[in-house]
């Protein structure tokens, strides 16, 4: 982590994905902060997305899930996400957070630490 001064960056993103269900987001939020890939997630919903899926506009209520884990823990987190939706191609979309308060990055980067105890 770099700082908190937003010119070079936190190393803290924030990861969002959408799901059709409360329990199937509860269930990524959980995966994901379980296996120390995220150190906090929020379930938010029901949302209306409306899209193109295969030539035709649609609107479904999904559930959004967003995450927040370091740079260095992302291609995990997007492994894990991806084997553990059901979506033919889920939205996992990264933020990067320039900046916050130093106390609560930190606690971001301790809790992702894969080599930190469980």
């Known amino acids: 982590m770099t700082g908190t001064d937003g010119a070079a960056g936190t190393g803290v993103l924030t990861v969002l994905t959408t799901t059709d269900s409360p329990e199937k987001a509860e269930a990524l939020a959980r995966g994901a902060v379980a296996a120390r ?3 906090c997630a929020q379930v938010t919903g029901p949302v209306t997305s409306v899209y193109r899926w295969e030539g035709e506009v649609r609107a479904d209520r999904e559930w959004q899930v967003l ?3 370091t740079a260095a823990r992302y291609d ?8 553990a939706h059901d979506y033919d191609t889920p939205e996992i979309i990264a933020t990067p957070v320039v900046r916050g308060g130093a106390d609560y990055l930190a606690w971001v980067a301790a809790e992702t630490d894969g080599a930190a105890g469980t």
């Open 37 to 39: 890939l995220a150190a």
């Open 67 to 69: 995450l927040k884990t």
């Open 76 to 83: 995990a987190l997007e492994a894990q996400l991806r084997a």
